[in-house]
């Protein structure tokens, strides 16, 4: 119930294609979905997050896709850059209490 | 965005000393912090939470005697790790919450190792 599951565990995305990582969830009570990026060594930084009343954020090259029906959602990375190799996480909280973290994936992009 | 600091980055022990770590909220008032760990590769690991002027809650397996954690103010909060042990090695990471219930930002890390 409180898991997060993220897919694929590892991703090789060529320069300039489009990045996706999918994440899904099975607590209807979660109402905040985070994603965040780590470069190794350093902390996770918030990326993008999205509240399920609506489908989709965008924030530059980046976009949460929402699919409240289906308990799933996906950030999608367009245009990917070298820079953007690092190990993204989902996430899923209810309310005020903890965050719930996805398994993370490992992001290559290939120049 | 919001900044939350760690000291130190990295820091060496030897066997059955104490470490702390300090984690600090730069620009805004954390109400609520987190403790995490994380080991190579994998997600991260909620180890307490904690609220300022409260007694931390740790998660289930976590030792509240091994990793003491004080909020004593709305901009910092320690964890020490007491007489570590070289299975104590990990990257930690502390987070912290402001007025929001939903934005959560993370600090830098600690990179521990006990030799």
């Known amino acids: 119930q409180q898991q997060v599951k993220q897919s694929p565990q590892s991703l090789i995305v060529q320069k300039g294609g489009i990045s996706i990582i999918n994440c899904a969830y099975e607590?209807?009570?979660?109402?905040?979905f985070p994603w965040y990026q780590q470069f190794p060594g350093k902390g996770p930084a918030l990326l993008i997050a999205?509240?399920?009343?609506?489908s989709e954020k965008k924030e530059g090259r980046f976009t949460i896709s929402f699919n409240k029906s289906a308990k799933q959602f996906s950030l999608h990375i367009m245009d990917s850059q070298p820079g953007d190799s690092a190990t993204y996480f989902c996430?899923?909280?209810?309310?005020?209490?903890?965050?719930?973290f996805g398994q993370g994936t490992r992001l290559t992009i290939n120049p | 965005g919001a900044v939350v600091s760690q000291h130190p980055s990295r820091v060496i022990c030897k066997s059955g000393t104490s470490v702390k770590i300090e984690c600090r909220s730069l620009?805004?008032?954390?109400?609520?912090m987190f403790w995490y760990r994380q080991f190579p590769k994998q997600s991260l690991m909620l180890m307490a939470t904690?609220?300022?002027?409260?007694?931390?809650?740790?998660e289930q397996g976590v030792e509240k005697d091994k990793f003491l954690i004080n909020h004593a103010s709305l901009t910092l909060s320690t964890l020490t790790v007491t007489s570590a042990h070289p299975e104590d090695s990990s990257f930690y990471i502390c987070?912290?919450?402001?007025?929001?219930?939903?934005?959560?930002?993370f600090g830098p890390g600690t990179r521990l190792t006990v030799t």
């Open positions: 607590n209807t009570a979660f109402d905040y």
């Open positions: 999205i509240r399920p009343d609506v």
């Open positions: 620009d805004f008032q954390a109400t609520t």
């Open positions: 987070s912290a919450r402001g007025r929001s219930p939903y934005e959560q930002y």
């Open positions: 904690s609220n300022e002027g409260s007694k931390a809650t740790y």
């Open positions: 996430a899923a909280k209810p309310g005020a209490q903890k965050l719930v």
